[in-house]
């Protein structure tokens, strides 16, 4: 499964999680993506964690 997978089909947890490690990994800031998908900064940075570590499927 690949990130824009889950933007596109995924339920809404599944697309914030995708828009945050693309917004990672286009250089977003996790201060800016907290605020954007109104999640805590702690939680961007446990997603993003799962992203390097497990890939989408994380």
């Known amino acids: 499964m690949k ?3 889950l933007i596109n ?3 809404p947890h ?3 999680r995708a828009m945050s ?3 990672f990994l286009s250089g ?3 201060e800016i993506m907290s605020h954007v998908l109104n999640v ?3 939680v961007v940075t446990k ?3 799962a992203y390097r570590e497990q890939g989408a499927e994380g």
């Open 14 to 16: 599944d697309i914030k």
């Open 9 to 11: 089909e995924g339920n």
């Open 40 to 42: 805590g900064v702690d």
């Open 21 to 23: 490690t693309k917004m």
């Open 28 to 30: 977003s800031n996790r």
């Open 3 to 5: 990130l824009d997978d």
């Open 47 to 49: 997603w993003n964690r």
